[in-house]
């Protein structure tokens, strides 16, 4: 099993920039990719970024492309998104998951950390 703890969310004004981080504790061998979604209420949740855990590859959903961009270090099992130029409509609980090799599904899941934009 694989653990993951988000951290970083908070108050920020339009505009301005905040750095989310996840932590993976647990069988972090068997993570292949993690990715970082987002949650409104109502809504479903949306992909936002995916990094693989070996090379580095990455792929943004067009609505974040050039605004947020994701990173991981292997040595702290930590992946981040750096969000900058925030918009109220950023506004969302965030939330890193994370995947074995075999499966398109992110199965592991963090608890969430909450983002607010402010206008």
């Known amino acids: 099993q694989v653990q993951l703890v988000e951290s970083g969310g908070g108050l920020v004004q339009a505009g301005g920039s905040l750095r989310l981080s996840c932590v993976a504790s647990?069988?972090?061998?068997?993570?292949?990719?993690m990715a970082w979604f987002r949650q409104v209420p109502g809504k479903e949740r949306q992909f936002l970024a995916r990094i693989n855990w070996s090379d580095e590859y990455t792929y943004y959903a067009d609505s974040v492309k050039g605004r947020f961009t994701m990173s991981r270090d292997n040595a702290k099992n930590t992946v981040y998104l750096q969000m900058n130029s925030l918009i109220p409509e950023d506004t969302a609980v965030y939330f890193c998951a994370g995947r074995g090799a075999g499966t398109p599904k992110y199965e592991y899941w963090g608890q969430g950390t909450q983002v607010t934009v402010s206008s």
């Open positions: 647990g069988s972090t061998f068997s993570i292949y990719a």
